[in-house]
């Protein structure tokens, strides 16, 4: 997912580049039947992402689970059980091997990655769960690209940020970050060098509102939790125009939210961790698929310090002692699983379903009713010939589409000079997101048709009028490209859902139950919902385990809210749901929908289906 980072970019854009500076080239191609023109890019070098504060201090984390953290002798070494081989539970795994533990994760589905998964079609083509960017930004995901010695995995982009015009169909304009200058000056100046999005006036504006964030740092961001985007905006004078320029595209690229449902400290959280990084911006795409080219190496990692990695494994329940503590987990299978830790790493909406009777009434556990995971869908959508693209991420700026790319161009594996592979957000996808329509009950054709509607203004030269798509019917006979295969990839709930109030309720990695630790994205930590947030959140339940088996005093539980603790109260315990069914969509991920898969989330999920009013 891109999480958090691609909307800051959206929102103001602009971080110092890197020397030297390549400009963008342009050339004529002659694509099959494609465009004549079209924007050639080629992969910069990696930019010094390791001098900044944040990089410092995680590398520091990291260095410490084999120093300070690291279990030295029998007694101190812990077996520890992780549910769940997202990158959240492969992170904890990792870092719990470098200190010396013996971690093994159990993984319900036959693939790695949870949110990041990616699996091959019967043609051999690789399909995403979510079209994913890497951000320089993200210190904890660059530290591990450095300690798995990846890095080359990663294909830089040039440092600008691309919008398409609303207002003029098929045209775009950029957000350039002038190589050279310092963080934060390079912001302002990429806002004022722009010309098509705000004048002077509206940009002007923009600016006094957000000085708060500055001056009184987290306790102002905190406070802005109740708020939505667009609250925010109107509370402090901001142009209404800014939430149709900026706002939509930051909003949907955050969270797959509009501005009135998103809360306005996810933005404000963004801006502060990226406001003070030259190259904190500059995005890069992974050369190939994420089972192969990220989660593979991790797992050898792991397994390569004595720790495993199972994939199949489901559980089916997690067994207690009469204190609360876990006594053994139970997979599907009929096999015990007994440990010294327990780590877990499902989705928020996978753990509600898992929680033992014996937990229910015990407020840490209860705020997690008021968490819930994002609808979202991502799709493959093939051509039959070469659309003019960049070799970058695009912001659509469209009521239907967040962000997209050509990933025929801007990723080696999947590189095709013939023909695009368009790869794009469709968000927001439910009323939870400020949407009309719950887009997930929809059938694949309707999704593709509205779809092709949208792409036939990004490319109103090039898409086809195709009697197959009627939202293309009013295309001219300029436009020849026509849709050769497409996937429709289904995420009922996603990342969690950063509407206003939510953020207090995420709950701390350490948890009142004496062997259980919580890691996830929807955790409490710095980079909310994204691959960054995964990372960190396992990272941090790694050391919370480290430091229980040293016997070194743990930070206090996250506070509770009072009205979570009177509702714990009087809740009524009763025995967990537990996980129904097989597949992603069963354990929190992605998937193209079979029948059968649909008619499972009617049963376990069935608001997915209700018409919005």
């Not at 110092?16 to 992969?43: I, L, Q």
């Not at 802005?224 to 142009?239: C, K, T």
């Amino acid at each position: 997912m891109l999480g958090f980072t691609a909307a800051f970019i959206c929102s103001v854009a602009s971080v110092a580049g890197f020397a030297p500076h390549t400009p963008v080239v342009s050339r004529s191609a002659s694509y099959h039947g494609g465009s004549k023109n079209a924007f050639v890019m080629r992969d910069y070098p990696k930019p010094n992402v390791e001098d900044t504060e944040n990089y410092r201090m995680y590398q520091q984390l990291s260095r410490s689970f084999s120093t300070t953290l690291k279990a030295e002798d029998t007694a101190q070494k812990k077996k520890v059980a992780i549910i769940g081989g997202g990158l959240s539970g492969l992170a904890c795994a990792k870092y719990l091997a470098d200190a010396g533990h013996e971690p093994t994760v159990y993984e319900a589905r036959d693939v790695l990655g949870g949110k990041v998964s990616a699996w091959q079609d019967e043609d051999g083509d690789w399909i995403e769960t979510g079209l994913h960017i890497f951000f320089g930004a993200y210190p904890n995901m660059m530290n591990l690209f450095d300690e798995l010695n990846i890095h080359d995995r990663l294909q830089w982009k040039v440092h600008k940020m691309i919008f398409a015009m609303q207002e003029l169909p098929g045209e775009f304009t950029t957000f350039d970050f002038i190589p050279g200058i310092p963080a934060p000056f390079n912001f302002a100046l990429a806002i004022l060098l722009n010309q098509k999005m705000l004048t002077l006036q509206e940009k002007l504006q923009t600016a006094p509102p957000l000085l708060p964030m500055l001056v009184r740092g987290q306790d102002f961001i905190d406070e802005q939790d109740e708020l939505s985007v667009l609250d925010f905006m109107r509370e402090y004078g901001m142009p209404e125009r800014i939430n149709t320029e900026v706002f939509i595209s930051m909003a949907k690229a955050l969270d797959f939210i509009d501005p009135d449902k998103l809360s306005m400290t996810v933005v404000l959280t963004a801006m502060n961790r990226f406001l003070n990084e030259d190259n904190g911006l500059q995005m890069a795409f992974l050369d190939g698929n994420q089972p192969d080219r990220l989660c593979a190496p991790m797992v050898q990692h792991i397994e390569a310090r004595g720790g495993k990695v199972l994939l199949n494994s489901p559980i089916q329940e997690i067994v207690t002692n009469d204190d609360g503590s876990i006594e053994h987990l139970k997979l599907r299978s009929g096999e015990i699983v007994e440990a010294d830790e327990y780590v877990s790493a499902m989705p928020v909406d996978i753990v509600k379903r898992m929680v033992p009777e014996k937990w229910q009434t015990m407020p840490y556990f209860r705020q997690f009713d008021e968490l819930e995971g994002i609808p979202v869908i991502n799709l493959h959508l093939w051509f039959d010939r070469k659309l003019s693209s960049v070799d970058h991420l695009c912001f659509s700026r469209s009521p239907l589409l967040s962000v997209y790319a050509d990933m025929s161009t801007t990723c080696k594996e999947y590189h095709d000079d013939k023909a695009s592979m368009l790869e794009l957000v469709f968000a927001p996808c439910s009323p939870l997101a400020g949407g009309n329509v719950n887009w997930i009950s929809k059938s694949d054709e309707e999704i593709i048709d509205a779809t092709m509607g949208e792409l036939a203004r990004l490319f109103p030269t090039e898409i086809a009028a195709d009697p197959t798509w009627p939202a293309t019917a009013n295309q001219g006979p300029q436009g020849q490209a026509k849709l050769r295969k497409y996937a429709v990839v289904k995420v009922p709930r996603s990342v969690y859902a950063a509407i206003p109030g939510r953020n207090k309720y995420r709950p701390s990695q350490n948890t009142p139950i004496p062997n259980l630790t919580m890691a996830g994205d929807w955790t409490s930590q710095k980079f909310l919902g994204s691959m960054e947030g995964a990372v960190l959140g396992g990272k941090l339940a790694a050391e919370v385990v480290c430091k229980k088996a040293l016997g070194i005093e743990l930070d206090p539980i996250k506070e509770i809210q009072s009205n979570i603790v009177e509702a714990a109260t009087k809740h009524v315990p009763k025995a967990p749901l537990g996980v129904k069914g097989n597949g992603a969509i069963a354990f929190g991920g992605g998937a193209t929908l079979s029948k059968n898969a649909e008619k499972l989330l009617r049963e376990v999920d069935p608001t997915q289906f209700v018409e919005a009013a």
